[in-house]
């Protein structure tokens, strides 16, 4: 009998169009409208976001803090800083390079404040670049010390014939070279079906595995559900199968020996995308010395089934 399960946060409520539940990068699709903001979910964004981003981000506050100080020594006096050239581009210029190194306590010496004015605005402008470049380098800190899981997922999952019946497949393997202590697996389906007044509804199921658990894993991991009688998908044909409105949601949990605590990774898999008869090909084989060589670049090979 299929293990039937509450709604574990994604709501049974659906719709015919609706979208899948966890994005390809693992994080759920969805939208947070009319969401009340604090200051702590900045440092949340700025930990989360792609590198490029985050340089780019900070480059830009940069500026935009220096041009806005180069304005403001334009309206103290230019001549408080060097002589002026008589141009306003070039006034600004300057300004906006004295700016530079008052804000990274730098100073080359050849622009210094020489009024009261300049010398208040560019005390309190070293006081603010100091705490940008602090706070900037905590954030760098806390990006690269974030505990976070870096586990490859096939990008297909197979739909194949196993022993008596068939069995849905998919493999992971860690990007990373350290060992995944104690890995374990939580499949869950989430299948959207219409009921009797017209609405749909998704049900969800924790699909039993052959294996839900290992101690280690240094190369590849298959993961099989296999379709027994106590599967929520038994007695379907594999082209009915395919058709069904299901998602196949899976959480990844192990010991990151780099972080020394546990990690966490989500990720899945469209019923309709499942590929039909076909199997995994080996990404590992013995070289001459009789070392194991994991290869990444076979590790989402399949081939076909069929004759």
């Known amino acids: ?3 039937k399960i509450k709604d574990p946060g994604l709501g049974n409520a659906s719709i015919e169009g609706a979208k899948r539940m966890i994005n390809a990068d693992g994080t759920f699709n969805v939208l947070h409208k009319n969401k009340t903001k604090s200051l702590s979910e900045g440092y949340h964004y700025l930990v989360n976001v792609s590198w490029a981003y985050f340089f780019g981000l900070s480059f830009l506050v940069y500026v935009l803090i220096n041009g806005l100080f ?12 060097i002589a002026s050239s008589g141009n306003v581009y070039k006034d600004f210029l300057n300004a906006f390079f004295f700016s530079t ?7 080359y010496g050849a622009m210094s404040p020489q009024g009261v004015g300049s010398g208040i605005v560019s005390s309190i402008e070293a ?3 100091l705490l940008f470049f602090a706070f900037v380098t905590g954030l760098v800190y806390g990006r690269f010390s974030k505990p976070k899981a870096s586990i ?3 990008k297909h999952a197979v739909l194949r014939d196993f022993n008596i019946t068939k069995a849905i497949m998919f493999r992971i393997v860690n990007n990373r070279k ?6 374990r697996v939580v499949l869950t389906l989430s299948l959207s079906k219409k009921n009797n007044l017209g609405e ?12 839900n658990h290992i101690t280690y894993l240094p190369t590849t991991w298959t993961i099989v559900h296999e379709i027994d009688d106590e599967s929520p998908l038994f007695g379907i044909s594999k082209e009915a199968l395919i058709q069904q409105k299901g998602e196949l949601l899976v959480m990844v949990s192990y010991y990151d020996e780099s972080f020394n605590q546990e990690v966490h990774q989500m990720h899945s ?18 070289n001459n010395d009789g070392k194991m060589t994991l290869d990444y670049n076979a590790f989402d090979n399949i081939e076909s089934l069929k004759s």
């Open 1 to 3: 009998m299929a293990n």
């Open 70 to 81: 180069a304005f403001v020594y334009l309206f103290v006096g230019i001549e408080q800083i």
């Open 101 to 107: 190194q008052t804000f990274t306590t730098l100073g």
């Open 127 to 129: 006081f603010l670049g």
């Open 152 to 154: 490859r997922f096939t």
């Open 178 to 183: 350290s060992i995944m202590i104690n890995p």
């Open 200 to 211: 749909y509804v998704n049900n969800f199921y924790a699909l039993k595995l052959e294996r």
């Open 269 to 286: 898999y469209l019923l309709k995308d499942l590929m039909v008869d076909y199997k995994f090909m080996k990404a590992y084989h013995y």
